[in-house]
């Protein structure tokens, strides 16, 4: 079946610069991105999605960028934190069935030193 | 505003035994996913209840099912457990717009699954 996958799965930053974390998906179809931030013991958090009309999006120090020629997602986030360290997960989909049921690549790992 | 809650946080079986795990959606939404999360993997797609029945389901067996209740609270069940079904157990929820589509999935905590 399709998948999404992420270039880095560690990224080791100093506190106050900014992170780039890379996914490829491979459904073309896909229509709705969603980035994920999972910390140990916790489930996965919502931080910002996008659709495929839009090729940025900004939130709250991140910003989403979609390229769909090349099916390529990434996340910015902007003067990273420690309590930004987690893992990040990209999420493509596709309306189907009345939802978009997600699906999830590997994740990055990002580490952030104080 | 109580967010997705899940039960029990941790849980150990054996081999061949059956589990039932339980989820709180997220207060004003109806629509229920479960994914299955192995270690160092994404979360996978087992199925999604909304007005109390199965919407969509993923590749997983018949040994895993569901349910939904008026309240829209669910349970997972699986049947003859093996020892891959180690996992940790997310429940998501979302709101499902009616004549429109249910987007974005708000995750609980899971529970972490040991099969033995």
């Known amino acids: 079946g399709e998948s999404v996958g992420l270039h880095l799965p560690t990224l080791s930053v100093q506190e106050g610069d900014n992170s780039i974390i890379n996914c490829a998906y491979s459904?073309?179809?896909?229509?709705?991105f969603i980035w994920y931030k999972q910390e140990s013991g916790k489930g996965p958090q919502f931080i910002i999605d996008i659709r495929s009309n839009m090729d940025k999006r900004q939130g709250q120090r991140v910003t989403v960028l979609l390229n769909k020629t090349v099916k390529h997602l990434s996340l910015q986030i902007a003067a990273t934190q420690p309590g930004d360290s987690a893992v990040y997960f990209c999420?493509?989909?596709?309306?189907?069935?009345?939802?978009?049921?997600?699906?999830f690549g590997r994740g990055t790992s990002l580490i952030v030193h104080p | 505003d109580a967010g997705v809650t899940q039960s029990p946080t941790h849980l150990i079986k054996t081999r061949g035994q059956q589990v039932t795990l339980r989820c709180s959606p997220k207060s004003g939404h109806d629509t229920v996913s479960w994914y299955q999360q192995a270690l160092g993997q994404g979360p996978q797609f087992i199925f999604q209840y909304y007005e109390e029945e199965e919407r969509q389901r993923g590749n997983f067996p018949d040994r895993f099912s569901g349910h939904q209740f008026p309240n829209y609270s669910s349970e997972l069940n699986v049947n003859a457990l093996l020892l891959g079904d180690s996992a940790l157990y997310l429940c998501?929820?979302?709101?499902?717009?009616?004549?429109?589509?249910?987007?974005?999935?708000?995750f609980g905590p899971g529970t972490r699954l040991l099969v033995l």
């Open positions: 459904n073309s179809a896909s229509d709705y």
């Open positions: 998501a929820s979302s709101l499902g717009a009616a004549g429109g589509l249910s987007e974005t999935q708000y």
């Open positions: 999420a493509e989909s596709l309306a189907s069935g009345g939802s978009y049921i997600p699906t």
